[in-house]
């Protein structure tokens, strides 16, 4: 029989860095080594439904980067659920069409919590709810090759789009909001140099899941 869910999460920890940085890497590679102790909530879950926008003008100017263009107030209501052990459902966010499925996905909250997204360092009302946080510092030249592959592979945006958006919106949003944020994290790992960060990581929250360092 599966162990019974913990009824909160003893620890938050927030992932965050811009767009390709290998945030939903670290976030899964962490959520596998705590198995069936771990849940995650992505911020690009509560992006705003635009799917009545059929205009083709209006759809370009959608800036997907900016703090503005994620209903942050409602993921912030239910980590606070998660928070008092409560199960949530959370939306799901169709990319190709920019709309919210009609669909949730179930969220059951855990002992650790990991908060993955380019902006959560940025939204003073997530990073106030997180006991621990990482900021992925990539080059700017391996984050977009990773978007490009990324892009087009998952989430059927073509390459013009793809590379329209970065010149448009990515760039210049990384430099204004995400890039500032990182000075609100416990840790900025330099990923090409650091190669046993996500190691180290892990054994610190064994330590602070244990309570051999206060949460």
């Not at 913990?6 to 962490?30: D, M, N, Q």
């Not at 090409?192 to 949460?215: N, V």
Request: with cysteine; hydrophobic share 35%; glycine share 6%.
């Amino acid at each position: 029989m599966p162990p019974a869910p913990i009824s909160a999460p003893r620890v938050v920890l927030g992932i965050a860095g811009g767009s390709g940085s290998g945030k939903s890497w670290l976030a899964k590679a962490v959520a596998e080594r705590f198995a069936g102790r771990s849940t995650v909530v992505c911020h690009d879950w509560y992006y705003r439904n635009h799917g009545g926008i059929h205009d083709e003008a209006e759809r370009v100017k959608l800036n997907f980067d900016h703090p503005d263009s994620l209903e942050t107030t409602l993921m912030r209501r239910q980590l606070d659920a998660l928070i008092a052990g409560e199960t949530i459902e959370a939306p799901i966010y169709e990319y190709a069409s920019h709309s919210r499925k009609k669909e949730t996905r179930r969220v059951e909250p855990r002992e650790l919590l990991i908060i993955d997204g380019i902006l959560i360092l940025h939204e003073k009302e997530l990073r106030d709810r997180m006991n621990v946080s990482v900021f992925i510092d990539a080059p700017d030249d391996v984050r977009l090759m990773r978007r490009v592959r990324r892009d087009c592979t998952e989430r059927r945006i073509d390459l013009e789009e793809t590379l329209r958006l970065y010149e448009d919106y990515v760039r210049p949003m990384h430099h204004r909001y995400v890039v500032p944020s990182s000075h609100h994290a416990t840790w900025i790992w330099s990923q090409l140099e650091d190669k046993k960060f996500p190691e180290l990581l892990i054994k610190d929250l064994e330590r602070r899941l244990d309570g051999k360092i206060a949460a």
